[in-house]
């Protein structure tokens, strides 16, 4: 009998303790995916900052590269924008390890755990991470593109031609586009990532 107590005991202290990790897995999973949604918004408004304000300051600072001009807005704005994607990249990498936590609680063969709910989440991350990467490319493309478009602005004695020009300006604008369009998926997905682990939080609070 005793034996039998101890082992039903330790199943129970098992259980309990995969549900209090998977409740503060859940905290961590919304905490971090509220902090990426920031860095996506931070990153869109810089980006229609720095658009809005290049074709006055180009004429402020004529034959002048604004992405080293440190007093121009353009520049602040940029800088912003590449703060927040550093930011991304960190956040990107902690949701990978929220996301492989909550794949080792699931794994444990444990009675009356919300595995549904575990599972959907769990995808959901995986998706996510897969879109992240796609942004991360699509922005550091972007990044690329625009600084030589801004080097050739600067140059006027340059030997690129207008035709050359005004293609690497719809290049970037291309760019710009697949960026905003990138950050609208990561925000539908994040979203509902965001409701799934509300949901198991209030499933694993409440012991159903």
């Known amino acids: 009998m005793l034996l039998v107590a101890l082992v039903t005991l330790s199943a129970c202290s098992t259980k309990q303790g995969a549900k209090d990790q998977?409740?503060?897995?859940?905290?961590?999973?919304?905490?971090?995916?509220?902090?990426?949604k920031k860095n996506l918004n931070v990153i869109k408004n810089q980006m229609e900052a720095s658009q809005a304000?290049?074709?006055?300051?180009?004429?402020?600072?004529?034959?002048?590269?604004?992405l080293n001009v440190t007093t121009s807005k353009t520049y602040?704005?940029?800088?912003?924008?590449?703060?927040?994607?550093?930011?991304?990249?960190?956040t990107q990498n902690d949701l990978k390890m929220d996301q492989t936590t909550l794949t080792k609680i699931?794994?444990?063969?444990?009675?009356?755990?919300?595995?549904?709910?575990?599972?959907s989440l769990i995808q959901s991350l995986h998706l996510s991470a897969l879109d992240q990467r796609?942004?991360?490319?699509?922005?550091?493309?972007?990044?690329?593109?625009?600084?030589?478009?801004?080097?050739?602005?600067?140059?006027?004695?340059?030997?690129?031609s207008a035709t050359e020009l005004d293609a690497q300006?719809?290049?970037?604008?291309?760019?710009?586009?697949?960026?905003?369009?990138?950050?609208?998926?990561?925000?539908?997905?994040?979203n509902t990532a965001q409701k799934q682990a509300q949901r198991l939080q209030k499933s694993v609070a409440s012991g159903s």
């Open 169 to 190: 300006e719809n290049r970037l604008n291309q760019y710009y586009g697949a960026v905003y369009q990138q950050i609208e998926i990561m925000n539908v997905n994040l």
């Open 53 to 66: 304000r290049f074709p006055k300051e180009q004429k402020k600072y004529p034959k002048q590269n604004l």
């Open 22 to 36: 998977l409740l503060e897995n859940s905290k961590t999973v919304l905490k971090d995916i509220k902090a990426q």
């Open 76 to 90: 602040q704005a940029v800088t912003k924008r590449k703060d927040a994607f550093t930011s991304f990249k960190d």
């Open 134 to 160: 796609t942004f991360a490319n699509f922005l550091t493309e972007m990044t690329q593109n625009e600084a030589t478009y801004y080097n050739l602005l600067s140059n006027p004695d340059t030997s690129t």
């Open 106 to 119: 699931s794994n444990q063969d444990l009675p009356d755990m919300p595995k549904e709910l575990m599972n």
